[in-house]
Nanobody, 121 residues
Framework: QVPLVESGGGLVQAGGSLKLSCRAP?????MGWFRQAPNKEREFVAAIRLRDAITKYTDATKGRFIISRDIAKRTLYLQMNTLKPEDTAVYYC?????????????????WGRGTQVTVSS
């Protein structure tokens, strides 16, 4: 598997913003973001179908996070606004060759190594 490459993580105060990026060196149909906090399972954050930019969000991030893509650059983005301490986690980029817009971790066959996001209170 060819890994995806994430960037943009860091330390930010509560209420601040960060923008994550992920470059996909392979052709995919759907891309998404997941996150994993210490001692917790990896959870779905958002996904986007590349063909028509239809999106899906988890309730915890809806209205604060925006997922987008640049097809020409093969790049996925996650704009994170109004960050909260509970958003602290390692954020993973994922890609699927299915057009099914899903939050199921098993639907994604390509993964990045993760980027740390830390939100201080």
């Amino acid at each position: 598997q060819v890994p995806l490459v994430e960037s943009g993580g860091g330390l930010v105060q509560a209420g601040g913003s960060l923008k994550l990026s992920c470059r996909a060196p392979v052709r995919t149909d759907t891309m998404g973001w997941f996150r994993q906090a210490p001692n917790k399972e990896r959870e779905f954050v958002a996904a986007i179908r590349l063909r028509d930019a239809i999106t899906k969000y988890t309730d915890a991030t809806k209205g604060r996070f925006i997922i987008s893509r640049d097809i020409a650059k093969r790049t996925l983005y996650l704009q994170m606004n109004t960050l909260k301490p509970e958003d602290t986690a390692v954020y993973y980029c994922a890609a699927s060759v299915s057009e099914l817009l899903s939050g199921d971790i098993n639907m994604y066959g390509y993964w990045g190594r993760g980027t740390q996001v830390t939100v201080s209170s």
